[in-house]
């Protein structure tokens, strides 16, 4: 490779148009704005060659002592040649002491293992337009509500314990771009899910639980109030939840890899655990 022509610059606002069209390339569905929420909330890199973006990667933050990484991608013309580790490089530079998750693909895995990641479990990916259901039928006898502004410290404190990690700059964002639906016991939180708009139509995630019931009590709200959206859900419970979403019209079309490197931050305190991400990228 021409190193002359390649740098590696912060990603600002400037390359999100180059970064549409890249991941375009690779067969992933984000558009502008998904790029735009992400950048929002993460340090980004691009590689340019002769002013176009030909690779990407971002770093998020979630407090000081986890990130994730993800939109590692590079122009299929420029792969195999060392493009993909500098920008891995540079994420991880930026990354520091915390630790750092994501999800892999096929294609990243190979990479990510020569830098110290190690498997955790399987995303699977579920997505279509499920089939209807009645709004009561996703009821039963707890309490399911939308979240306002008043309880959104309790479903960020809930996120925060199932979680181990501060997720509230995502959590805001969530919540301002689409929304967030929430599950009481006794008056107490126990759960929650957020709907918003992502590539070909939309997304629920991260959906927060103690029970897979509660995940698909959740899940149902959100759908019921959806009818004839094409949805997309996440999954690190395949095993429970998968068959559910497929019953209902959510096909598996696949999944990743979470890895983890540097496994250092704060272990989830209560019974509340991720039933689905917020996405591949953020976790
Ligand atoms: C994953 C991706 C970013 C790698 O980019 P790249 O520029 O081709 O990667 P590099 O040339 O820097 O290769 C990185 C390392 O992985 C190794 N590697 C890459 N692909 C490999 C494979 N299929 N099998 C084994 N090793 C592989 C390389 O040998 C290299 O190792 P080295 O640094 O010790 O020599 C690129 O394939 C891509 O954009 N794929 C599509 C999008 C995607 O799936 N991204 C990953 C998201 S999780």
């Given at each position: 490779m021409d190193q002359e022509t390649i740098d590696i610059v912060a990603f600002d606002e400037r390359h999100l148009d180059g970064a549409v069209l890249l991941s375009r390339e690779a067969g992933w569905p984000h558009r502008r704005e998904d790029w735009a929420m992400l950048l929002a909330l993460s340090h980004g890199f691009v590689a340019l060659r002769g002013g176009h973006v030909a690779g990407t990667a971002m770093l998020t933050p979630f407090g000081d002592g986890c990130a994730t990484i993800n939109m590692v991608i590079v122009a299929a013309s420029t792969r195999g040649r060392g493009l993909g580790r500098k920008l891995m490089d540079a994420a991880l530079r930026a990354c520091g002491e915390r630790e750092c998750r994501l999800t892999a693909t096929a294609d990243g895995l190979p990479l990510y293992e020569k830098l110290g990641f190690s498997a955790t479990h399987e995303i699977r990916q579920h997505q279509g337009v499920p089939t209807p259901l009645p709004?009561?039928?996703?009821?039963?006898a707890a309490e399911l509500d939308w979240v306002g502004s008043e309880s959104f410290p309790a479903v960020a404190a809930l996120d925060l314990q199932a979680l181990?990690?501060?997720?509230r700059p995502l959590l805001r964002l969530l919540a301002e771009s689409g929304r967030m639906a929430m599950l009481r016991e006794a008056g107490r939180v126990v759960g929650y899910a957020a709907l918003r708009q992502f590539g070909r139509g939309e997304v629920i995630g991260p959906v927060i639980a103690n029970t897979v019931e509660q995940a698909q009590s959740l899940l149902s709200f959100l759908i019921a109030s959806r009818p004839g959206a094409f949805l997309r859900v996440d999954t690190a419970e395949g095993e429970k939840l998968s068959p559910w979403l497929s019953a209902h019209g959510?096909?598996?079309v696949g999944g990743g890899i979470a890895m983890r490197r540097n496994a250092t931050s704060r272990q989830p305190a209560g019974p509340a655990k991720p039933f689905?991400?917020?996405s591949q990228a953020l976790g």
């Open positions: 709004m009561d039928a996703a009821t039963d181990g990690m501060d997720r959510l096909a598996g689905a991400l917020a």
